[in-house]
Nanobody, 121 residues
Framework: QVRLVESGGGLVQAGGSLRLSCAAS????????MGWYRQAPGKQRELVAH???????NYVDSVKGRFTISRDNAKNTVYLQMNSLKPEDTAVYYC???????????????WGQGTQVTVSS
């Protein structure tokens, strides 16, 4: 069984920083893309950033220059360093990973439980 466990959320003042972590564990053979999504109350979930197994990254325009996604393949862990936080960054942040399990022939999507990020003005 595969699970993703997130940590690092919290309450921070505008202009501050947080670092989110997400560790995947279980019968993992390979992980392709890993990413971070967020969902604010009453709004659609949106992709914040993703990173390929080779290290290529993409970001939503609103976080470019402020957030950095990275991963440690040996630890099956993805990170999101968030700097210069704004109140509009307030949301539940979810980790996502495309994972191939031992014994299977296709990748599947897995999600973390979500972690709350609140930015006060």
């Amino acid at each position: 069984q595969v699970r993703l466990v997130e940590s690092g959320g919290g309450l921070v003042q505008a202009g501050g920083s947080l670092r989110l972590s997400c560790a995947a564990s279980g019968s993992i053979f390979s992980i392709n893309v890993m990413g971070w999504y967020r969902q604010a109350p009453g709004k659609q979930r949106e992709l914040v950033a993703h990173i390929t197994s080779g290290g290529s990254t993409n970001y939503v325009d609103s976080v470019k220059g402020r957030f950095t996604i990275s991963r440690d393949n040996a630890k099956n862990t993805v990170y999101l360093q968030m700097n210069s936080l704004k109140p509009e960054d307030t949301a539940v942040y979810y980790c996502n990973a495309d994972i191939l399990r031992f014994g299977l022939s296709a990748y599947n999507d897995y999600w973390g439980q979500g972690t709350q990020v609140t930015v006060s003005s």
